[in-house]
């Protein structure tokens, strides 16, 4: 009597099939797309952060420079109340017009001299903003101006910025005017804005 004893080994060969890779691509593809959303809103909330930064900064700026022609007018003025009305009459040089327009008004400071000993900021132009829909002029940046690391924004020299400053007086007593300055930009497809406001006073009187 004889026996065959056969003893066999089977294997199956490993990898993956068709379905098994498309998900595998589905789900890569999901999470790439997931983390390049977030990594686009973040760049994006940065970018909005910086724009916002320096819109304040502007917007800061046109009441100080507002500022600093009240104190102008008034202390070098004939009298405390003199200069208070000159001021005045500069931004609303009649009822409801230039700074006190539905419109608004911008100042050009790039021509002032601060070596001028009759106040350079008697000097300060101010114009009606008069663009399209009433807008202000763009402001731009110099680089080369100011320190080696600010620069400065003014509107005749350097690069574009997207940035507009528009300065608006509402006179509700006679010896206070309040001023509000506000820089506009556009991030995107929307648009965006940083309003500061103060009231300024005939303190001298």
């Given at each position: 009597f004889?026996?065959?004893?056969?003893?066999?080994?089977?294997?199956?060969?490993g990898g993956?099939t068709?379905?098994?890779?498309?998900?595998?691509?589905?789900?890569?593809t999901?999470?790439?797309?997931?983390?390049m959303s977030v990594?686009s809103?973040?760049i994006?909330?940065t970018?909005?952060a910086?724009?916002k930064i320096?819109?304040?900064?502007l917007?800061?700026?046109?009441?100080e420079y507002?500022?600093?022609?009240?104190?102008?007018?008034?202390l070098y003025?004939a009298s405390?109340?003199?200069g208070?009305?000159n001021?005045?009459t500069?931004l609303?040089p009649?009822p409801?017009t230039l700074?006190?327009?539905?419109?608004?008004?911008?100042?050009n400071?790039?021509d002032l001299?601060?070596?001028d000993?009759?106040?350079?900021?008697?000097?300060?132009v101010?114009?009606?903003?008069v663009?399209n829909?009433?807008s202000?002029?763009e402001?731009r940046?110099?680089?080369t101006?100011g320190n080696?690391?600010?620069?400065?924004y003014?509107?005749?020299n350097?690069?574009?910025?997207?940035?507009f400053?528009?300065?608006?007086?509402t006179?509700?007593q006679?010896n206070e005017?309040?001023?509000s300055?506000t820089?506009s930009?556009?991030?995107?497809s929307g648009?965006h804005?940083?309003?500061f406001?103060e009231?300024?006073?005939?303190w001298?009187?």
């Amino acid at each position: 009597f004889t026996r065959t004893l056969n003893f066999g080994v089977t294997t199956k060969g490993g990898g993956f099939t068709l379905v098994e890779t498309l998900v595998a691509v589905s789900i890569f593809t999901v999470s790439v797309l997931g983390l390049m959303s977030v990594l686009s809103s973040g760049i994006s909330s940065t970018i909005y952060a910086k724009q916002k930064i320096i819109a304040s900064y502007l917007a800061q700026e046109g009441i100080e420079y507002i500022r600093n022609m009240r104190d102008t007018y008034v202390l070098y003025g004939a009298s405390g109340q003199t200069g208070w009305n000159n001021f005045n009459t500069k931004l609303v040089p009649s009822p409801n017009t230039l700074c006190a327009s539905t419109n608004g008004c911008y100042f050009n400071a790039d021509d002032l001299v601060y070596s001028d000993t009759t106040q350079p900021m008697n000097d300060l132009v101010v114009s009606p903003c008069v663009g399209n829909g009433g807008s202000c002029p763009e402001l731009r940046y110099d680089s080369t101006t100011g320190n080696s690391t600010t620069g400065k924004y003014n509107y005749t020299n350097g690069s574009s910025t997207g940035f507009f400053r528009k300065i608006k007086v509402t006179q509700d007593q006679p010896n206070e005017t309040k001023i509000s300055s506000t820089v506009s930009w556009k991030q995107g497809s929307g648009d965006h804005s940083v309003t500061f406001s103060e009231n300024l006073f005939n303190w001298v009187n």
